[in-house]
């Protein structure tokens, strides 16, 4: 059993289930141990690594290790790749686990589970890996959109905080009914409107249903040519989502460039401030990803050399 340091402040991500979760078992669980109500904070991957880093201790979950919180009295518990060996923080990591379940496996050493916290976290395992094999799918992929519908804020007020009112939410029927009629529709408008960002790279277009379902399927079925498939999402407060899928990890490598991260085949990243539409979004991942060739160092030193020639000739 892990000893973890009282936290200042608690933190998670926020644009997902594993996120809510991670989050909320932790507020739980410093609650238990400390018996201290710990703030919750929540963010995207390109406002955390703006974020100053001032508390002394902190929790952190579901965002990827770096060396700036590898800082004493510090606890990072991820499941994201990792290069960076942890020196000073407590890091409890697992790439076959979702932050959720490790989380909850903290937890259940204090004595903190139920049966309704082992449904939901096995429900939100599954989505967060993407377990596509697993019987329960279809309905952790429910409980997942139903976090990007009403998104994490709005739920967490909604359940007052308390993770068990999630077990068959009333809004699950909602995804239920949005999964059975409109995930068809969108799959067949959006197969039909992929927009070339660069030779490897796909923008999906979407109007209607599940749009990682349904990049999931254009990927598993082939029915594209582009290895990473780019869908867009914008934000109430006009902030532009980019969401990145592959099969065989490359997406990641498009995320890094886009100053976002995740997992090596479903990641994300915050866009510029100044990117408000859809088209726009459309123009900067371009001018991102298809940077303009490099002359080779020698050819322009060549040239400049026969400018200096042909100048001193005049």
């Known amino acids: 059993m ?91 990591h697992d790439l076959n686990k979702s932050a959720g379940l490790l989380c909850y496996e903290l937890c259940q050493q204090h004595g903190l589970s139920s049966p309704k916290l082992d449904r939901l976290v096995h429900l939100s395992n599954v989505a967060d890996l993407f ?35 999630l077990i068959d939410h009333p809004l699950l029927a909602v995804m239920e009914v949005k999964r059975r009629i409109e995930n068809p529709l969108g799959y067949a408008w959006s197969k039909a409107n992929i927009t070339e960002l660069s030779p490897t790279i796909g923008f999906v277009g979407s109007v209607i249903g599940n749009l990682n379902l349904i990049v999931h399927q254009l990927l598993e079925e082939k029915e594209t040519a582009y290895p990473v498939l780019i869908t867009l999402f914008r934000k109430g407060n006009g902030t532009m989502i980019a969401s990145l899928r592959s099969r065989n990890g490359e997406a990641i490598k498009v995320a890094e460039k886009l100053q976002g991260g995740g997992h090596a085949n479903a990641c994300g990243a915050t866009l510029p401030r100044s990117v408000q539409q859809i088209p726009e979004a459309i123009q900067y991942l371009r001018q991102i990803l298809n940077p303009p060739p490099v002359k080779d160092g020698r050819l322009n030193n060549l040239e400049s050399l026969f400018e200096g020639i042909n100048a001193a000739k005049s």
């Open 2 to 92: 892990f000893s973890l340091p009282k936290p200042e402040v608690i933190i998670t991500h926020e644009s997902d289930l594993d996120g809510l979760i991670s989050g909320l078992l932790l507020k739980r669980l410093a609650k238990t141990m400390f018996n201290a109500d710990v703030p919750l904070e929540a963010y995207h991957n390109h406002n955390w690594r703006q974020r100053s880093l001032n508390e002394r201790s902190a929790w952190i979950a579901d965002m990827t290790f770096e060396t700036r919180v590898d800082r004493s009295d510090w606890v990072v518990i991820d499941h994201h790749t990792t290069e960076v060996p942890a020196k000073k923080a407590i890091l409890i």
């Open 131 to 165: 377990l596509d094999k697993d019987p329960d799918f279809s309905i952790a992929n429910d409980y997942a959109n139903m976090v990007k519908t009403y998104q994490f804020w709005n739920l967490y007020e909604l359940i007052q905080g308390d993770l068990e009112r």
